[in-house]
């Protein structure tokens, strides 16, 4: 365990069985909270920093990481089955969405599988990722970066910034509070996966795209068709001339109107 890192976790101070780290530069805070996983941590602790230099995004893409937006990591040991720990990142984006709206935010959508868009343009992204625990149990960490001050400039996609979305400056510290209280919900409501309908329903009530037409790009290559929805376990539904397709894991370019398609993929610099 890291000493000093161990000194800083303290009680949450609003949300009872809840511990949080406030740390000032890191690496990545979903870096600290995986050593803490591995180490013995019993989880339930939220590890936040005011700016990372290694910030990661899905695929072990860049996440630029300056002062000003929030960057938080839940560790959370044993949350359930382990073939259902990915739907970790429907709880959380159901949660950081309800976060956001608390705030007064409109126009926001989430978008398949982890990001959360304002008009379009990425504002959010969750890092959902899982360890084995040194007495072997399931440590999933699910890391929540937010432009809330300042969006990264040079991606080939939209972004924007809360504060632009919600007219007025939003801090880090402000939004966590909402999203550490909406997080601690919606893994109840999840129930260790027995209410993954209800979260799946609630997601898709924000989701951008459904029923519209896609593009998905995985290593087998890319193809089109209309978005249907998420299975059971929260596969996106594909529906092609061919059939439907249930698709785990891959890029998403919405390609409605509305929609912002990323040609040159889903990338920050
Ligand atoms: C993505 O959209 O690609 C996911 C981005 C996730 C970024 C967050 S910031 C806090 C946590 N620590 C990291 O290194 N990554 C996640």
């Given at each position: 365990m890291n000493a000093l890192l161990d000194r800083r976790i303290?009680?949450?101070?609003?949300?009872?069985?809840w511990r949080i780290a406030r740390l000032d530069r890191v690496g990545s805070t979903n870096d600290e909270a995986r050593t803490l996983g591995i180490a013995g941590d019993p989880g339930r602790l939220w590890v936040v920093a005011k700016?990372?230099?290694r910030g990661r995004g899905r695929k072990g893409r860049f996440w630029s990481s300056p002062p000003g937006n929030l960057y938080a990591s839940a560790l959370i040991v044993d949350p359930g089955p382990p073939a259902l720990a990915p739907q970790l990142g429907f709880v959380a984006g159901v949660a950081l969405a309800q976060a956001v709206e608390d705030l007064g935010g409109r126009e926001f959508a989430l978008k398949w599988p982890n990001d959360l868009l304002w008009r379009g343009a990425k504002v959010a992204g969750l890092l959902a990722e899982s360890v084995t625990t040194k007495d072997r149990r399931l440590a999933c960490v699910i890391g929540v970066g937010v432009n809330c001050r300042s969006a990264p400039d040079g991606v080939a996609y939209p972004v924007a910034a809360l504060g632009q979305a919600l007219e007025r400056d939003v801090g880090p510290e402000a939004l966590l509070l909402r999203l550490a209280r909406r997080f601690h919900e919606a893994l109840g409501l999840w129930a260790r996966g027995a209410g993954f309908a209800e979260i799946r329903a609630l997601w898709l009530a924000v989701a951008?795209?459904?029923g519209e037409p896609i593009r998905v790009s995985d290593p087998r290559g890319a193809r089109k068709g209309l978005f249907e929805g998420l299975d059971a376990s929260g596969r996106l539904l594909l529906r092609t001339p061919l059939g439907v397709e249930a698709i785990e894991a891959a890029d998403l370019h919405l390609l409605s109107p509305a929609g912002p398609d990323a040609p040159a993929g889903d990338e920050r610099t």
């Amino acid at each position: 365990m890291n000493a000093l890192l161990d000194r800083r976790i303290e009680p949450e101070p609003f949300i009872a069985g809840w511990r949080i780290a406030r740390l000032d530069r890191v690496g990545s805070t979903n870096d600290e909270a995986r050593t803490l996983g591995i180490a013995g941590d019993p989880g339930r602790l939220w590890v936040v920093a005011k700016e990372q230099t290694r910030g990661r995004g899905r695929k072990g893409r860049f996440w630029s990481s300056p002062p000003g937006n929030l960057y938080a990591s839940a560790l959370i040991v044993d949350p359930g089955p382990p073939a259902l720990a990915p739907q970790l990142g429907f709880v959380a984006g159901v949660a950081l969405a309800q976060a956001v709206e608390d705030l007064g935010g409109r126009e926001f959508a989430l978008k398949w599988p982890n990001d959360l868009l304002w008009r379009g343009a990425k504002v959010a992204g969750l890092l959902a990722e899982s360890v084995t625990t040194k007495d072997r149990r399931l440590a999933c960490v699910i890391g929540v970066g937010v432009n809330c001050r300042s969006a990264p400039d040079g991606v080939a996609y939209p972004v924007a910034a809360l504060g632009q979305a919600l007219e007025r400056d939003v801090g880090p510290e402000a939004l966590l509070l909402r999203l550490a209280r909406r997080f601690h919900e919606a893994l109840g409501l999840w129930a260790r996966g027995a209410g993954f309908a209800e979260i799946r329903a609630l997601w898709l009530a924000v989701a951008a795209g459904v029923g519209e037409p896609i593009r998905v790009s995985d290593p087998r290559g890319a193809r089109k068709g209309l978005f249907e929805g998420l299975d059971a376990s929260g596969r996106l539904l594909l529906r092609t001339p061919l059939g439907v397709e249930a698709i785990e894991a891959a890029d998403l370019h919405l390609l409605s109107p509305a929609g912002p398609d990323a040609p040159a993929g889903d990338e920050r610099t």
